[in-house]
């Protein structure tokens, strides 16, 4: 079964660092989404990209967040000054049309 | 925006009972309604979803309802087992249909 793929699993990283997160979605499928879920919450939506440009954002991507889809394959999540409040584990989904999402396995990012 | 208020957050039941979980969401024009049951450190998984021109959807042990008018829907799983033990999450599309706005989550526990 087709999966989506990110890394790293766990990044560790200090307040005020940037750190990218990677995903590899599904490759017949047009839309990209990331998510993030802080410990014990919600999933909580941040971005949707279709057809190489962002579809939507929710108001938790604000400008320290971008996202890119570099070459075919990679859909990636910058973050550009990691706060606290940033650690969350972070998913990476996407699908063939508008619904039946298939979520990756996630990273969990922890900003000390 | 979307909101999805689901209910209850805990739910105990014994093995081989049944399990219903409701949830109802604020936006008319959400059409699809997914559920998703989520293990420990895991990511998200789909077990069953509902578009909005169906009223009901059973797979197996599984049955999801939908009722347009009131915007509420529900997740019933029968003869419940041990391995049924997890979060389970509802979603709801959001009014542009690009994203999944999604509950606060249900523990279920299953006790043998």
């Known amino acids: 079964e087709p999966e989506v793929t990110q890394t790293p699993s766990h990044q560790v990283t200090q307040m005020g660092q940037e750190v990218i997160l990677r995903c590899v979605p599904i490759s017949n499928h047009l839309y990209f989404y990331w998510y993030r879920q802080i410990l014990g919450q919600k999933v909580e939506f941040l971005v949707s990209f279709y057809n190489n440009e962002i579809s939507e954002k929710s108001e938790i991507f604000d400008d320290q967040f971008s996202v890119e889809r570099p070459d075919g394959s990679n859909f990636t999540l910058k973050i550009r000054s990691t706060k606290l409040e940033d650690s969350a584990m972070y998913f990476c989904?996407?699908?063939?049309?508008?619904?039946?999402?298939?979520f990756g396995s996630g990273t969990r990012l922890t900003v000390v | 925006g979307e909101n999805v208020e689901q209910h209850p957050s805990t739910l105990s039941v014994q093995e081989g009972d049944s399990a219903v979980i409701k949830c109802t969401y604020s936006d008319s024009a959400s059409n699809y309604f997914p559920w998703y049951k989520q293990e420990l450190g895991k990511r998200p998984q789909l077990i069953i979803d509902?578009?909005?021109?169906?009223g009901e959807k059973k797979d197996q042990r599984i049955a999801v309802t939908l009722n347009k008018t009131a915007k509420h829907f529900s997740l019933h799983i029968t003869e419940t087992q041990p391995e049924d033990s997890a979060v389970y999450f509802c979603?709801?599309?959001?009014?542009?249909?690009?994203?999944?706005?999604f509950g606060k989550g249900t523990t279920l526990s299953v006790s043998s």
């Open positions: 509902i578009r909005s021109n169906v």
């Open positions: 979603a709801a599309t959001n009014q542009a249909g690009t994203a999944l706005i």
């Open positions: 989904a996407s699908s063939g049309g508008e619904w039946g999402y298939t």
